[in-house]
T-cell receptor, first 110, second 118 residues
């Protein structure tokens, strides 16, 4: 099945810093989503971005489907950005079972 | 509009017991999928239901089962609980017209049920 790798696995920032999270996938996909898991466990949708670039406030994402990667940008980070960021893509071979990366754990210090 | 609602939020069970978790999808969503999250295995897909039919199933033993009702609400059941079943169980819903949960529409997650097996 499709392999999804996220980097870095851990990230520690000072409030106000910018960061880039990466998601590489091993096969072509027609769907990619970024999620933020808050400290209470809920997965919050950030972006549905099979290709192209989207922006939502301080967050933006770019997916280059032909090169099999997606980037999540966080600008002017805040302590509330702390948590784990996951990307998810459909499994390959026509299946619609989602495959998640292992996540990037982000800690933002005040 | 209301989001995906999972009940209960926390649960403690004894090894060998069974447990039922509930998920109410966003109004109008007909697809519900379930996931298990553990520190060791990460987020893993359990199964997906659409119009009361299981359409996809992950690689989990038969102790894990589910169903979906005509109002799209879904339940999952774990029988003969093992210590390793301790996890955060998440469900997600999507509009899903003809394809699976990650076909061509977004999936929205509930807050999860944290199950501890002792």
């Amino acid at each position: 099945g499709i392999q999804v790798e996220q980097s870095p696995p851990d990230l520690i920032l000072q409030e106000g810093a910018n960061s880039t999270l990466r998601c590489n996938f091993s096969d072509s996909v027609n769907n990619l989503q970024w999620f933020h898991q808050n400290p209470w466990g809920q997965l919050i949708n950030l972006f549905y971005i099979p290709s192209g670039t989207k922006q939502n406030g301080r967050l933006s994402a770019t997916t280059v489907a032909t090169e099999r990667y997606s980037l999540l940008y966080i600008s002017s980070s805040q302590t509330t950005d702390s948590g784990v960021y996951f990307c998810a893509v459909p499994a390959s071979g026509g299946s619609y079972i989602p495959t998640f990366g292992r996540g990037t754990s982000l800690i933002v210090h005040p | 509009k209301a989001g995906v609602t999972q009940t209960p939020r926390y649960l403690i069970k004894t090894r060998g017991q069974q447990v039922t978790l509930s998920c109410s999808p966003i109004s109008g969503h007909r697809s519900v999928s379930w996931y298990q999250q553990t520190p060791g295995q990460g987020l893993q897909f359990l199964f997906e239901y659409f119009s009361e039919t299981q359409r996809n199933k992950g690689n989990f033993p038969g102790r894990f089962s589910g169903r979906q009702f005509s109002n799209s609400r879904s339940e999952m059941n774990v029988s003969t609980l093992e210590l390793g079943d301790s996890a955060l169980y998440l469900c997600a819903s999507s509009k899903m017209l003809t394809t699976g949960v990650f076909g061509n529409t977004e999936a929205f997650f509930g807050q999860g049920t944290r199950l501890t097996v002792v």
